[in-house]
């Protein structure tokens, strides 16, 4: 995953293509026009006609697989965190006149606009950053569950960020994110105040699409902020325009970070809708995966079937209890996927 992400988003090496077409992202969009950042500068674009009607069409092709993709576009044929082919008519305007990629880990959003029902433009992330604080507010590891399984299922990286580490981290904390660490999830201690696990951080920024996600008043924009100057305030500002109901159908926004890569605005991705539908569940919990298929029922769910294999572990107390117990909620809908409230 890594170097698809590198290719697509750290632009710089990149030569001018011989057609005189410049490559860049998508890094925002309103009213048909997009801003597309590129190894020669930002350019203010347009669609090409033919390419518009291309991509709002695609099953005059024949192809019954778009149909899909037809819906996804029905309103902006290209979304935030595409990769394309500009040409440059001046005055740092230009014209799209190809899509090259889709960025990683890009998710359908519920389009709040149309009932709910339909699909609309996709924001090209590529990875999730969970800020809890250490301490104040006490953190609330069913929602991280939550956030690493909606991280799972759209195919993202996740970074579990501890903030405000210097108010010190309790030990039923510590413990608690050795047994994400053990999973593989990395585990960041920062402290945006007085800077420990920045560079770390930083680290896993650059060269992708990030945002961050968590509850309100744990540090998201000041660690943004120690980052970078501004850059909290900046994400945190769209992202509040659009809480107040001014609800932009033109997807998140993207905020190049110095070094290579972007973060989102958390607006963007606060009507992500991921329904359990569709995705295995047992999945979406990297822990569980070398049990799948082992099962006595090869459709077991893992809660109450004989020769489950996953219960075994979990009695065994190979598998963590608690995270399977975030599984079960999540299975029989006790806990909501994602409840937003919580989080700003
Ligand atoms: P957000 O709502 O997640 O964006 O959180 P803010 O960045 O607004 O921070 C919420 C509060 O936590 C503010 O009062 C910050 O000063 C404080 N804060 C943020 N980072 C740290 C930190 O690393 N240590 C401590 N002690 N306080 C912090
Ligand atoms: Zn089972």
């Not at 399984?149 to 405000?164: P, R, T």
């Not at 593989?184 to 007085?194: D, F, P």
């Not at 008043?217 to 325009?241: H, I, T, Y």
Request: with cysteine; hydrophobic share 40%.
């Amino acid at each position: 995953m890594k170097n698809r992400q590198r290719s697509q988003h750290s632009n710089r090496e990149e030569a001018p293509a011989p057609d005189g077409l410049v490559e860049g992202l998508i890094v925002d969009s309103s009213r048909g026009q997009y801003r597309v950042e590129t190894p020669q500068g930002s350019f203010l674009c347009t669609i090409r006609g033919r390419l518009r009607k291309e991509l709002e069409y695609p099953e005059s092709a024949g192809a019954r697989r778009s149909v899909r993709k037809v819906k996804v576009r029905e309103k902006d044929p290209v979304a935030i965190g595409d990769r394309v082919a500009l040409l440059p008519t001046g005055g740092g305007a230009g014209v799209i006149e190809r899509v090259l990629a889709r960025a990683g880990g890009a998710f359908t959003r519920r389009d709040p606009d149309a009932g709910g029902g339909s699909l609309t433009s996709v924001v090209g992330l590529d990875q999730l950053v969970m800020v809890f604080a250490a301490r104040e507010p006490t953190p609330h590891l069913r929602l991280l569950d939550r956030f690493l399984v909606v991280a799972e299922s759209q195919d993202l990286a996740a970074v579990i960020c501890v903030n405000k580490a210097d108010l010190g981290v309790p030990t039923w904390l510590r413990e608690r994110l050795a047994v994400y660490r053990q999973i593989g999830y990395s585990v960041i201690l920062a402290s945006a105040e007085q800077g420990a696990g920045l560079d770390e951080l930083l680290a896993r920024l650059v060269g992708r699409v990030s945002a961050f996600v968590g509850p309100s008043g744990v540090g998201k924009s000041s660690l943004l902020n120690a980052l970078q100057p501004e850059l909290g305030q900046r994400v945190s500002a769209v992202s509040g325009l659009t809480h107040k109901g001014r609800h932009t159908t033109t997807g998140a926004r993207l905020f190049p970070l110095e070094g290579g890569g972007y973060v989102a605005d958390t607006a963007g991705i606060r009507a992500l809708a991921v329904s359990s539908q569709g995705i295995r569940l047992d999945q979406c919990f990297p822990e569980l995966r070398p049990y799948l298929g082992t099962c006595r029922l090869s459709d077991c769910t893992h809660v109450h079937e004989p020769g489950c294999a996953v219960l075994a572990a979990v009695e065994a107390r190979t598998l963590d209890a608690e995270r399977y117990d975030s599984y079960c909620r999540l299975l029989t809908g006790e806990a909501a996927m994602l409840d937003w409230d919580q989080i700003e």
